[in-house]
């Protein structure tokens, strides 16, 4: 009966694709083009040994014709505070982005840097910058809304640091890195599974739900999602090494060792006060017996989204329908559950293929629908697979990461042949490939605040003796300064943080001491220093956000995540022995971007601010005086 069961579902289970084109909306026309490929985390040595290496042709003749310069990132070097300076043309004074996380100076407590919920009883209706229950916190306006202004049309393809996203009438966005699971959070995956070591079993960024297939090959459990559960009943065939999933009525068969395609879920509450909250997942059968299957976190449905993750808010619909389902949570690679343990390392490639192939077919289909104006896509791959391969091949690698050496080049490689066919489809319209940041390998963790401790700075309570949240292990009244996110140094600063004892006429002095004691920090082992250079934030609108310091690491050394927490160690240095072995949160001089042109620019320095009154000037735009940019190149090309 079981056997009848499978071979049926084999046979009946086809997932349907939507192929329709889209219904352009009438929106701003110009003539004249543009495209840019954001290429996230792509590195101006790399790209230099792999053009030497024969492997990037397509890139290669692109300079040939063109430009190849470094690009200087931001101070620091982190995604949201890099990809908000491309998106408005102003340094962190002006568009308020400092890190991953900031922290309210009077709670203690840390909050997502670039978007935050808005609580119900202020909603009244009327979202900050429509965000469908978040609220932007970048500030500056987008360079795409100033094009609209002026008819200039343009569709800016999952942009970061951009959810929700900014307001547009008629130009096109979507958003990327920044955006949310339906649960909220910035990627928590899930698995279902009998094997014993996972009971109990703490994983970050993901949930078990253990199951007991003794007595029944059919087992029932449910999924998580938001303020409500979905009902999964699975059965197996162990003959056969089939699994069939019943989500919510959603039938899904596999074998193991096949991923499924997305399945829609939708959970009873939703979140904007809907009927109910539509969600889609992908699942990964590792194995029947013992059974191990992987659910992706649950992204929320771009054909029928309860989050507002494109604008106008029918764009994403209007791809699904064209291109099928794809990952709408804003770093889809789920890097998180490889560090876990729940996925090895050929399966997150395999996911991470997943992610590519998606991303390619969203190219071609805005490069053949592209008419005029300005076409901004964005790729994560390199970035992603840098922060888990790049470490790989380093000539001290340790052996479980040295035979993944041949990951990050094959990618470029990946890259380069994607670069072909825009170019292709391009004719004599000119293209730009430009990254956020380079790369370098992440070998020694450092704990900011055991050294802060260590020097005198931060002072902790005895043990069991703490107050409330994250921070709730430091002794305030005699602790002078403490770090909280991978690049942040706070002073406790008398009348600005909740126990601040810091007077304001001293607090100058705090600051160059630190900074004096942080650039001369050398590490004991190896002699190198620590600290490249450490410098005081621009402030300017955003003084509840900014901080005293932002450290700038030597290259290979980077805040340990406990640390940016606000957690005191035992080391302050130790060695990084983790699968995250790339990174790019140091000095900015240690990882610059690339910027690449199939035109020659007649430039030799570039910074990320000067995108913005570029591509304005190249339009016609007078550049508003705000702008800190300069212009890259002519409006003729």
Avoid at 105 to 112: C, D, G, K, M
Wanted: aromatic content about 10%.
């Amino acid at each position: 009966m079981r056997k009848t069961l499978f071979t049926a579902m084999a046979g009946v289970l086809l997932f349907a694709s939507c192929g329709s084109d889209r219904d352009y909306r009438a929106r701003p026309k110009t003539d004249k083009k543009l495209i840019i490929l954001g290429i996230d985390g792509m590195d101006p040595v790399l790209v230099k040994r792999y053009i030497k290496e024969g492997r990037l042709p397509n890139i290669a003749k692109m300079i040939e014709g063109g430009s190849f310069l470094d690009l200087q990132t931001t101070d620091p070097p982190q995604s949201p505070v890099a990809w908000s300076a491309f998106i408005t043309g102003l340094d962190l004074d002006g568009h308020g982005i400092y890190d991953f996380v900031h922290r309210d100076p009077v709670h203690l407590e840390s909050y997502l840097s670039t978007s935050r919920p808005v609580p119900e009883d202020t909603m009244l209706g009327i979202i900050p910058n429509g965000g469908g229950g978040h609220e932007l916190l970048r500030g500056g306006e987008a360079f795409w809304q100033s094009l609209e202004k002026e008819d200039v049309g343009a569709t800016m393809v999952k942009i970061p640091a951009n959810f929700p996203p900014a307001r547009t009438d008629a130009n096109e966005s979507m958003s990327g890195m920044g955006t949310p699971d339906m649960l909220g959070t910035y990627g928590t995956f899930q698995m279902i599974t009998d094997e014993p070591e996972w009971k109990d079993k703490h994983v970050s960024a993901g949930e078990i739900h253990m199951v007991d297939f003794s007595k029944s090959d059919a087992v029932q459990t449910a999924l998580a999602g938001p303020g409500a559960e979905a009902a999964v009943e699975v059965s197996i065939d162990r003959e056969q090494n089939m699994a069939l999933i019943d989500l919510e009525g959603e039938k899904v068969l596999l074998r193991a060792g096949e991923w499924s395609e997305w399945t829609p879920v939708d959970f009873g509450v939703g979140l904007t006060g809907s009927a109910a909250a539509h969600g889609i997942v992908r699942f990964y059968l590792r194995s029947v017996s013992p059974f191990h299957l992987y659910v992706s976190p649950v992204n929320t449905d771009p054909s029928d989204s309860d989050l507002h993750i494109s604008e106008p808010p029918s764009w994403s619909e209007e791809m699904a329908k064209s291109i099928g389902r794809f990952y709408t949570q804003g770093m889809a690679e789920d890097t998180k559950a490889l560090v876990g343990g729940v996925l090895s390392d050929e399966e997150f490639l395999a996911q991470g293929n997943i992610v590519f192939e998606e991303r390619i077919k969203m190219l071609h289909h805005e490069l053949d629908t592209f008419e005029g104006g300005l076409l901004f896509f964005y790729f994560s791959s390199i970035d992603q697979q840098s922060h888990m391969y790049y470490g790989s091949m380093e000539a001290d690698a340790l052996p479980q990461y040295a035979k993944y050496a041949h990951v990050v080049p094959e990618l470029y490689e990946r890259m380069d042949a994607v670069v072909g066919e825009a170019l292709a489809k391009a004719g004599d319209t000119p293209v730009v490939i430009m990254s956020d940041h380079g790369f370098a390998p992440w070998t020694w963790k450092v704990n900011l605040n055991t050294w802060l401790a260590q020097k005198g700075y931060l002072s902790v309570h005895p043990q069991g003796q703490t107050g409330k949240g994250i921070l709730g292990h430091i002794d305030w009244e005699n602790t002078q300064a403490y770090a909280l996110g991978l690049n942040q140094l706070f002073i406790n600063l008398e009348g600005r943080e909740a126990h601040g004892v810091v007077p304001q006429d001293e607090a100058e002095v705090v600051i160059q001491r630190i900074k004096r004691d942080l650039e001369s920090w050398r590490y004991s082992e190896t002699g190198q220093r620590v600290v490249t250079k450490a410098m005081p934030a621009p402030v300017g609108q955003y003084v509840d956000r900014a901080p005293d310091l932002i450290v700038g690491y030597n290259r290979g050394f980077r805040s340990s995540d406990s640390s940016a927490m606000g957690a005191v160690g035992n080391e302050a240095i130790e060695r990084n022995e983790g699968h995250w072995n790339g990174d790019h949160c140091m000095y900015a001089g240690h990882v610059p971007g690339v910027l690449i042109s199939s035109k020659p620019l007649g430039i030799s320095k570039a910074s990320l601010v000067d995108f913005a009154p570029t591509v304005l000037n190249y339009f016609g735009i007078k550049v508003p005086e705000g702008m800190k940019g300069k212009l890259l190149f002519e409006s003729d090309l």
